[in-house]
C-alpha cells in the first residue's frame, strides 16, 4: 500500500547519534499527531518518530492540532500543555467533545512534572505523560507503547 515505503527498504544510510536501535517495523504506519508550539522540541520529536518508522504530522497550536486530528485521524496525539491560545487541557476537553476524534489516545507531553500538575493531566483524560526535554534513548518507545495500547496490539 501507499504506507509501505518503509517496509520497502527506504532505508537511510549512516548511524545517528541518538540510537542504535531502531523499531521500524513495530511502528510501522502508527500515525502520531504532534501539537507543539516550540519548534526545537518538534523539530526532535518529528525527526526521531520519523527515524524509527512513524508518520507524523504536526501542529505549532491547539486550533490547527484539532483540524487535523479531525481530517487525518491520527492513532495518537503528543499535546504540549502551554500553547499560543488554546491551552493543552482545553484543547483535550474539546476533542473528547467530538465523537469522530474523541476516542484518540492523547499524551500530555509537557516539562511539568509536579505531582499536582501530573494530577490535573490524569482527571483531565490524558492517557499519560512524556516529560520534555525528551529522552531520546527512550522517547520512540514511549510513544509506540501509547500506539499499542490504542490498538491492542493488533
Ligand atoms: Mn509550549
Known amino acids: 500500500g501507499p ?3 518503509t517496509a520497502r527498504g527506504s532505508r537511510r544510510h549512516g548511524t545517528p547519534r541518538y540510537s542504535a536501535t531502531r523499531m521500524s517495523t513495530r511502528a510501522h504506519g502508527q500515525r502520531v499527531l504532534i501539537i507543539e508550539d516550540n519548534e526545537k522540541n518538534l523539530k526532535l520529536a518529528r525527526d526521531l518518530l520519523r527515524y524509527h518508522g512513524f508518520h ?10 484539532l483540524r487535523m486530528a479531525s481530517d487525518s485521524k ?39 512534572v509536579m ?7 490524569s482527571r483531565a483524560g490524558f492517557a499519560g505523560i512524556i516529560v520534555k526535554p525528551i529522552d531520546v534513548a527512550i522517547f520512540p518507545r514511549q510513544v509506540l507503547a501509547y500506539c499499542n495500547d490504542l490498538a491492542g496490539d493488533g
Request: proline residues 8%.
Open 3 to 5: 504506507r509501505s515505503a
Open 56 to 65: 507524523t504530522i504536526e501542529a505549532p497550536d491547539a486550533e490547527t492540532g
Open 74 to 112: 491520527p492513532n495518537i496525539i503528543l499535546m504540549d500543555i502551554e500553547l499560543p491560545g488554546m491551552d493543552g487541557v482545553t484543547a483535550l476537553e474539546r476533542l473528547r467533545g467530538d465523537p469522530a476524534i474523541a476516542g484518540i489516545v492523547v499524551v500530555a507531553f509537557t516539562a511539568s
Open 115 to 121: 505531582p499536582v500538575d501530573r494530577d490535573r493531566f
